[in-house]
């Protein structure tokens, strides 16, 4: 069984940061074969794409919403990985989840394996 968990999330000032988690775990589950990925939900909204990584992490796509503002990394060894968010705004406000992606692509059609979530909150 696949495991992921997202931590981190919280409530912060516009402008403030948040660094936020997500660990895999599972007997089948070989983290450092997968591109993983972070999307985000809105209250009332689909699910959107906000950043992905290679296995190795050597490659990292982000949406153009969140460029420059927000950093993706992984550390295969703990099985993690990482959204460095800067620079937050309200409309940054949203559930966030990571996925494991499994076919080429940015919809969250291409990933599985979601996490529960955790909530970033940004106040103006």
């Known amino acids: 069984q696949v495991q992921l968990v997202e931590s981190g999330g919280g409530l912060v000032q516009a402008g403030g940061s948040l660094r936020l988690s997500c660990a895999a775990s599972?007997?089948?589950?070989?983290?450092?074969?997968?591109?993983m990925g972070w999307f985000r939900q809105a209250p009332g909204k689909g699910r959107e794409f906000v950043a992905s990584?290679?296995?190795?992490?050597?490659?990292?796509n982000y949406a153009d919403s969140v460029k420059s503002r927000f950093t993706i990394s992984r550390d295969n060894a703990k099985n993690t990985v990482y959204l460095q968010m800067n620079a937050l705004v309200p409309a940054d406000t949203a559930g966030y989840y990571c996925?494991?992606?499994?076919?080429?692509?940015?919809?969250?059609?291409?990933?599985?394996?979601w996490g529960q979530g955790t909530q970033v909150t940004v106040s103006s």
């Open positions: 990584i290679s296995r190795n992490g050597g490659d990292t």
């Open positions: 996925a494991a992606q499994f076919r080429p692509g940015i919809r969250e059609a291409d990933y599985a394996y």
């Open positions: 599972g007997r089948t589950f070989s983290f450092s074969s997968y591109r």
